[in-house]
């Protein structure tokens, strides 16, 4: 049986990314869905050329109120959500797909929004659909990355984890969102009490394997809510950075310049960012990675440490958030049904299921490395 899958901002930064696998995939059928008839076209004229397939498309706003009327008429069966910026967006999409009967997921990576999406839980189960929020990196690979190892601990005390991104550029969309909360408080754990950091700020040099030294600083994200109960983890943060370094000093000026009041409304200045990052693209590395710390006690009562990192080289750092929703497609097209319901996208996909989703091996290595291994 096909399943058919929506792929709403299916023209995006990442919505191509996943429509360029899905249109490929065997037992998927792709729409793609846009706002703009030229750039919809486009797009499905670049998937043929690359592809051999024709897919279909739907042009509209997903977050009208005739969304619910589309899907049924289209017949679909899987919405993936990519139509960022998601901090501070509504649950329409979503709630159209509970109306409709048809199983949902985003590419969030908004604390708020990935964490109360809870709201929608009851309507989801009575309906027998399953709303997944935050089907990215954060925090569907960073959780997988954490479950694939969990065995060899008997209690996690601390996770530090992060990202740096190559030079190039995401789509301006991302840039609003991640810098929405530049200069404003971010919640993290310390010893197991809530702790106020700033977002893009406290700069911090992180030597990383094929990649050198990279500036972080921190970010805000949904694991931030989810790793306590989850891993029961007292100790939690998350930094992020551009692979240029002069990349993450004009994020932590303008935080600092929000934080102080000198600058108001970050729009306009993500849109500067946006533009002169693209420009700078051409002095990047192309590499980009995923790194998570985890201390904690192993399951022999001594002190144990982890150190995963997930590199990709060739700029094919967004495979890497953009492939979750690929996994759960391929997962659901062979039969698998995610328990209805609301909720954040963990535990749904395996590590091995996000790689065979990306299957690009020449372009990302997957390290994980012990306290009581050497080298």
Not at 14 to 21: T, Y
Not at 117 to 129: E, F, H, M, N, T
Request: hydrophobic letters at 40%; one cysteine or more; proline letters at 3%.
């Amino acid at each position: 049986m096909t399943l058919r899958v929506m792929v709403v901002g299916g023209y995006g930064n990442f919505g191509s990314i996943v429509s360029r696998h899905l249109v490929v995939m065997p037992g998927v059928k792709l729409v793609i869905s846009g706002r703009d008839t030229q750039k919809l076209q486009r797009k499905v004229d670049e998937l043929k050329a690359q592809s051999g397939t024709v897919c279909e498309s739907w042009c509209g706003d997903a977050m009208g109120a005739g969304f619910k009327s589309v899907l049924g008429l289209m017949n679909i069966q899987l919405v993936i959500h990519t139509g960022g910026p998601f901090q501070g967006q509504a649950y329409a999409v979503a709630e159209s797909c509970i109306d409709a009967g048809v199983n949902y997921c985003d590419l969030s990576d908004s604390r708020a929004f990935v964490t109360g999406i809870s709201a929608l839980d009851a309507r989801a189960k009575q309906a027998g659909v399953a709303v997944l929020s935050g089907c990215s990196s954060v925090p569907t690979l960073s959780a997988a990355l954490i479950d694939q190892q969990r065995h060899r601990f008997k209690r996690i005390d601390s996770i530090e984890h992060g990202i740096s991104s190559s030079a190039k550029m995401p789509g301006l969309s991302t840039v609003e969102g991640v810098l929405a909360y530049a200069g404003r408080p971010i919640k993290q754990l310390r010893d197991g009490r809530v702790h106020e950091v700033l977002g893009w700020q406290d700069l911090t040099l992180r030597r990383m394997r094929y990649m050198g030294t990279r500036v972080l600083a921190n970010v805000d994200v949904p694991d931030m809510d989810i790793f306590a109960s989850r891993y029961g983890a007292r100790t939690l943060s998350f930094k992020a950075g551009s692979g240029l370094k002069l990349g993450g000093i004009a994020n932590y000026l303008l935080a600092q310049a929000m934080r102080m009041g000198v600058v108001r409304d970050h729009a306009p200045w993500a849109t500067r960012l946006h533009r002169w990052g693209l420009w700078f693209e051409r002095f990047g590395d192309g590499k980009s990675a995923m790194y998570i710390d985890v201390q904690g006690i192993g399951v022999d009562d001594e002190p144990l440490s982890m150190n995963v990192q997930l590199t990709a080289m060739n700029d094919k750092g967004p495979e890497i958030p953009s492939c979750a929703a690929v996994a759960l497609a391929a997962k659901i097209s062979q039969g698998y049904l995610p328990e209805p319901g609301a909720r954040a996208c963990v535990g749904e996909i395996t590590v091995d299921e996000y790689m065979a989703a990306i299957n690009d091996p020449e372009n990302l290595s997957l390290s994980v490395h012990f306290s009581d291994e050497q080298g």
